[in-house]
């Protein structure tokens, strides 16, 4: 079983949905959670980072973290063609020396 | 402020052949990551570097691939000799420290035939 599951995708979805991104884990250990964007042939940039249980707000993106249930979300509001890119969860287990697990990434369209 | 500087950006190799990938971290970053991404996969972890130090290279497979950060700022990672499972985009990132936000460079996309 991986450490981090998330769904491949491919997702499409209208302009000015709501998108939910998802990502499930195994190891109780983590205790912190990223969000990642990457657009085709750039590298990974950081969205949203939380480390605490519930949801975490910022213009329209929203992540969300149960720890109970080891299951987090991102969510986009009014979703914009320029949001079509990959997205990654990311964990990490010891704050202070940031060793992150990487999901495998979920590839988003966003359609005009 | 400049970003992660990677080079070169696409290579292709034949197998058994080395190839080397270069990394310039944003200025003032002392830790330095290489990050390898197979096509539909997250990045995975191959070495950390505090400064000049090796922070972990637990998943580094050392019988191929080297890492050098000699003088605590550019970076190097070799691989000799590839193999075809080596096709990957290889990601470095760099952060202000440890526990600081890591900013990846574009990547090197990396084909072994």
């Known amino acids: 079983q991986k450490e981090v599951e998330q769904d491949p995708g491919p997702l499409s979805v209208p302009e000015g949905a709501i998108v939910s991104l998802n990502c499930t884990y195994s190891?109780?250990?983590?205790?912190?959670f990223m969000w990642y964007r990457q657009y085709s042939r750039k590298g990974p940039e950081l969205l949203m980072y939380?480390?605490?249980?519930g949801n975490k707000e910022d213009g329209r993106f929203t992540a969300q973290v149960d720890k109970s249930s080891k299951y987090i979300s991102l969510f986009i509001r009014d979703s914009q063609p320029s949001d079509s890119a990959t997205y990654l969860c990311?964990?990490?287990?010891?704050?202070?020396?940031?060793?992150?697990?990487f999901g495998t990434g979920t590839r988003l369209t966003i359609i005009p | 402020e400049a970003g992660v500087a990677q080079s070169p950006r696409y290579k292709i190799i034949e197998k058994r052949q080395s190839v080397a990938f270069w990394c310039n971290p944003i200025?003032?970053?002392?830790?330095l990551y290489w990050y390898q991404q197979i096509l539909g996969q997250g990045p995975k972890l191959l070495i950390q570097?505090?400064?000049?130090?090796?922070?972990?290279d637990s998943q580094l497979p050392k019988d191929r691939f080297s890492a050098e950060r000699l003088k605590g700022v550019d970076s190097t990672l070799k691989i000799q000799p590839a193999k075809l499972e080596d096709s990957a985009v290889y990601l470095c990132?760099?952060?202000?420290?440890?526990?600081?936000?890591?900013?990846f460079g574009p990547g090197t996309r990396l084909l072994v035939l």
């Open positions: 190891n109780s250990a983590f205790q912190y």
């Open positions: 200025s003032g970053h002392a830790t």
């Open positions: 990311a964990m990490g287990t010891n704050f202070g020396n940031e060793k992150l697990t």
């Open positions: 570097f505090q400064n000049n130090g090796v922070v972990d």
């Open positions: 939380t480390y605490s249980s």
């Open positions: 990132a760099s952060s202000f420290t440890s526990s600081e936000t890591q900013y």
